[in-house]
């Protein structure tokens, strides 16, 4: 097992936005995270990932105990986690920019210049590399963050909604993307792209009010009552 949550729940002031959460992922893993708007995605990647704290509950990366440490600790353990919005730095070059996140995750090293321009091909960007993040089109903006998780050369990488804002030829390479990391990386992927979901994951989770309500496979939960009440509607 790569990650696992025990009981781990999150309010905010009254809110329980996550609750009793017990989620597992597989080593090779590309697993999707579904649900409604406000189910408490974001909420339960932003506490894998420490960007959060949770109100109670464990979470075990690796084999250790990773509840109370901090986000920047977790990524040099191997959790790489792109936010639901574009986070990328404006004003630096698109090479600067995954260069940033490469030594943020492994210190600047000998190997850095190879890493950042492995990374910015793999995504298909490298021909941009020295132009300003905030010049490139919304696509590639999210490109260049998927490069950017890459760079850190993750254990797990979290997608947060990676899709939203592509146009349909640029999500079918995102796609082959996924497929390309998924070959040495665990993904967590958040999608509302039912699609994409259907076409990449092997097994799905999904949340609503904050509990998981089904996993399964894609074949399993589309054709689950419960999923298609609070999610793919009927
Ligand atoms: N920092 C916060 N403070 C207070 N409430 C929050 C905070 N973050 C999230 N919430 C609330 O927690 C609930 C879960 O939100 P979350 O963003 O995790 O949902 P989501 O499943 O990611 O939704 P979406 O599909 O719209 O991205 C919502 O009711 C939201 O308003
Ligand atoms: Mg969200």
Redesign the pocket.
Known sequence: MLITTKGLSKT??G?A?VTDVNFSLNKGELRALI?P????????VSLLSGRLSPSSGSITFDGKDVTKMPAWKRVRMGIAYTF?ITSVFPQLTVYENVATAACYGQGINLTTDTLVTECLVNVGIEDRSSIKAAELSYGHQRLLEVAMGCSLKPKLMILD?PTQGLADSEIENFCELLVQINKDTTILL?E?NMSVVMQLARKISV?DHGRIIAEGTPNEISNNSLVQTAYLGN
């Open positions: 905010f002031g809110l936005a649900g708007n406000g189910a408490g995605k974001t909420t339960l639901q909604e958040i509302h949340l």
